[in-house]
């Protein structure tokens, strides 16, 4: 989904807010991975700026609480973190695509006994 801001969000939604995990892209190249919920970031994440450089973060309601350049940290664990947002918002897409798919043969069945 693509925001005012130009940034595009993949992941999971609850009640039609960014909730649970997902990967925010920033229109400025900048890219977070990791928890949201209702609609800002909060929880683990990490951050990764238009240079590339990698940061884990913490946020709380959409604060930033923490942040730990990747050097000072378990790069096994923010690369652990991204693998699952990105696993998420896979499942994410194939369900959205599942449930377009199935929209569509509703409709052309629906379509099919309306002409009967």
């Known amino acids: 989904?693509?925001?005012?801001?130009?940034?595009?969000?993949?992941?999971?939604?609850?009640?039609?807010?960014?909730s649970g995990l997902g990967l925010y892209l920033f229109a400025t190249g900048q890219?977070?991975?990791?928890?949201?919920?209702?609609?800002?970031?909060?929880g683990d994440g990490v951050e990764i700026n238009s240079a590339g450089e990698r940061f884990a973060t913490r946020f709380d309601r959409g604060k930033r609480m923490s942040r730990?350049?990747?050097?000072?940290?378990n790069r096994r664990d923010l690369l652990h973190?991204?693998?699952?947002?990105?696993?998420?918002?896979?499942?994410?897409?194939?369900?959205?695509?599942t449930a377009r798919k199935e929209g569509r043969q509703l409709g052309m069945l629906q379509r099919m006994l309306s002409s009967v």
């Open 81 to 97: 973190l991204m693998g699952r947002v990105e696993a998420t918002v896979r499942a994410a897409q194939t369900q959205a695509d």
């Open 68 to 73: 730990i350049v990747e050097s000072d940290i």
């Open 31 to 42: 890219r977070y991975y990791g928890e949201w919920m209702d609609g800002v970031r909060h």
């Open 1 to 18: 989904e693509r925001y005012p801001d130009g940034g595009i969000y993949k992941g999971q939604f609850s009640n039609d807010s960014r």
